[in-house]
Protein backbone atom coordinates (compact mmCIF):
# COMPACT_ATOMS: atom_id res chain seq x y z
CA UNK A 1 0.00 0.00 0.00
CA UNK A 2 1.51 3.35 -0.93
CA UNK A 3 1.74 6.08 1.47
CA UNK A 4 -0.76 8.21 1.85
CA UNK A 5 -0.73 12.11 0.45
CA UNK A 6 -3.25 13.53 2.96
CA UNK A 7 -2.30 15.93 5.26
CA UNK A 8 -3.61 15.51 9.16
CA UNK A 9 -3.25 18.73 11.06
CA UNK A 10 -2.70 18.26 15.17
CA UNK A 11 -3.53 20.95 16.84
CA UNK A 12 -2.31 20.85 20.78
CA UNK A 13 -2.91 23.38 23.91
CA UNK A 14 -1.25 21.96 26.84
CA UNK A 15 -3.65 24.23 29.17
CA UNK A 16 -6.78 22.32 27.98
CA UNK A 17 -6.27 19.30 30.13
CA UNK A 18 -6.23 21.05 33.32
CA UNK A 19 -9.65 22.62 32.99
CA UNK A 20 -12.78 21.27 34.18
CA UNK A 21 -15.92 21.74 33.08
CA UNK A 22 -18.07 19.85 35.25
CA UNK A 23 -19.67 16.22 35.54
CA UNK A 24 -21.76 16.36 32.74
CA UNK A 25 -20.09 18.46 29.97
CA UNK A 26 -19.23 16.56 27.26
CA UNK A 27 -15.55 17.95 26.78
CA UNK A 28 -13.35 15.86 29.08
CA UNK A 29 -9.70 17.30 29.38
CA UNK A 30 -7.66 14.92 31.29
CA UNK A 31 -9.10 12.41 28.20
CA UNK A 32 -6.91 15.47 25.73
CA UNK A 33 -3.84 15.11 28.03
CA UNK A 34 -4.03 11.12 27.89
CA UNK A 35 -4.59 11.07 23.77
CA UNK A 36 -1.86 13.63 23.52
CA UNK A 37 0.50 11.18 25.50
CA UNK A 38 -0.52 7.92 23.79
CA UNK A 39 0.49 10.19 20.33
CA UNK A 40 3.83 10.87 21.63
CA UNK A 41 4.14 7.55 22.94
CA UNK A 42 3.11 6.35 19.87
CA UNK A 43 5.69 8.82 17.00
CA UNK A 44 2.14 9.68 15.58
CA UNK A 45 3.17 13.02 15.92
CA UNK A 46 6.27 12.77 13.45
CA UNK A 47 3.23 12.11 10.48
CA UNK A 48 1.09 14.21 11.49
CA UNK A 49 1.64 18.42 11.13
CA UNK A 50 1.89 19.52 15.04
CA UNK A 51 0.62 22.71 16.00
CA UNK A 52 1.56 23.80 19.61
CA UNK A 53 0.22 26.95 21.56
CA UNK A 54 3.19 28.21 22.44
CA UNK A 55 1.02 31.06 24.62
CA UNK A 56 -1.52 30.12 27.59
CA UNK A 57 -3.62 33.46 26.67
CA UNK A 58 -5.48 32.61 23.95
CA UNK A 59 -7.11 29.47 25.54
CA UNK A 60 -7.82 31.31 28.43
CA UNK A 61 -9.13 34.44 27.01
CA UNK A 62 -11.30 32.53 25.16
CA UNK A 63 -12.82 31.02 28.28
CA UNK A 64 -13.41 33.84 29.78
CA UNK A 65 -14.64 35.77 27.13
CA UNK A 66 -12.27 38.48 26.93
Same mark, same amino acid.
Not at 17 to 37: D, E, Q, V
Not at 60 to 66: N, P, Q
Given at each position: ??? &??? #??? *? %????? @??? &? *????????????????????? &? *???????? @? *? @???? #??? %??? %? #? #?? @?
Amino acid at each position: MAP &SKD #RIS *Y %FYDSD @VGT &S *YYGNNHPMKPHRLAMTHHLVL &S *YDLHKHLE @V *Y @VSTT #RRP %FCA %F #R #RG @V
